[in-house]
């Protein structure tokens, strides 16, 4: 039924809106004993910075963890602990609160597994070309079962900087394992990359892009360590010299300097062309040798 105003128009009033409650959740479909699960909590009418209180249960009594945050924008994500002590199988929920507002609500039950163990977790290979097709796989030594689902997280690994997200790949316990393939893309361009010579200056060194990747598991993130080792990306170069005029460079010799510094002798072909494969990905500088001589 539509609400009805019935007060003038031409002055002010005052209307209170009630503050609701609207959903406790966790955010996976079952927690796993010994690590964190994800909850999120949604409202209606409630202020942004209202303080929040989290307390996790079990059905068999056991005390899970709690947390506390604010209200922003009418919601509120955080994670609270699932002790070891929990038993396999029980039943845990949480309750949320919010003190001033006199709210309570409790959330949806989820089963507790146990935590898995992992006995190896790795890609098929050390380095990657674009469009290579590289296989992935975390294989468990037990605490999983055949259809539990993941999410596979690649990141980028960066040591003068920062780690980024790369994608995020579905996945799914087969086998007691999860296998699957991802190709490869750089899809930004290499001439971003902070050479040796730049990066020197500054008490640092070059890296080529490196990657790793983690496996989420009911909340339970695997792999942050980087135990999937890195895998790294190796470009191709392909050179083409002409003068003014549009003519090539052919046969000439140069010295090329990759983008970590190390330097590789060349030869032009007839079309003033030269590919090398598996080099640094980066600038890269070209110095021709005697080139008057070999212009004479």
């Given at each position: 039924m539509a609400a009805t105003y019935t007060k003038s128009t031409n002055a002010k009033h005052k209307i209170s809106l009630?503050?609701?409650?609207v959903s406790a959740?966790?955010?996976?479909?079952?927690?796993r004993a010994g690590g964190t699960a994800s909850v999120q909590v949604k409202t209606?009418?409630?202020?942004?910075?209202?303080?929040?209180q989290i307390t996790g249960k079990s059905e068999n009594g056991t005390k899970l963890g709690s947390a506390s945050g604010k209200i922003k924008q009418n919601e509120y994500a955080g994670e609270i602990d699932i002790p070891d002590k929990v038993e396999i199988g029980d039943l845990i929920y949480f309750e949320a609160r919010l003190p001033k507002h006199g709210l309570v609500a409790e959330s949806n039950r989820i089963p507790v597994k146990p935590r898995p163990s992992v006995k190896r977790l790795t890609w098929d290979r050390d380095?990657?070309?674009?469009?290579?097709?590289?296989?992935l796989t975390c294989e468990f030594d037990g605490g999983v079962a055949d259809g539990d689902e993941a999410i596979v997280l690649v990141k980028e690994h960066d040591p003068n900087a920062v780690d980024r997200s790369v994608t995020s790949i579905p996945a799914t316990v087969s086998n007691g394992k999860i296998e699957l393939a991802w190709r490869f893309e750089y899809a930004d361009a290499t001439d971003g990359i902070l050479t040796e010579k730049e990066l020197s200056k500054h008490k640092k060194h070059y890296a080529a892009p490196q990657y790793f990747f983690i496996v989420v598991l009911d909340g339970?993130?695997?792999?942050v360590n980087r135990e999937s080792g890195l895998l790294s990306f190796k470009d191709f170069a392909e050179l083409v010299f002409t003068d003014e005029?549009?003519?090539?460079y052919a046969d000439y010799k140069a010295n090329v300097t990759f983008a970590d510094g190390t330097t590789k002798s060349i030869t032009?072909?007839?079309?003033?062309?030269c590919r090398a494969d598996d080099v640094p990905p980066g600038p890269?500088?070209?110095?021709?040798?005697d080139e008057d001589e070999q212009q004479t």
């Open positions: 009630k503050g609701k409650l959740l966790w955010l996976s479909g079952a927690g209606s009418f409630v202020g942004d910075g209202a303080q929040i380095t990657v070309h674009r469009s290579d097709d590289v296989t339970i993130r695997i792999g005029y549009g003519a090539p032009l072909d007839k079309d003033g062309r890269c500088d070209l110095e021709f040798v």
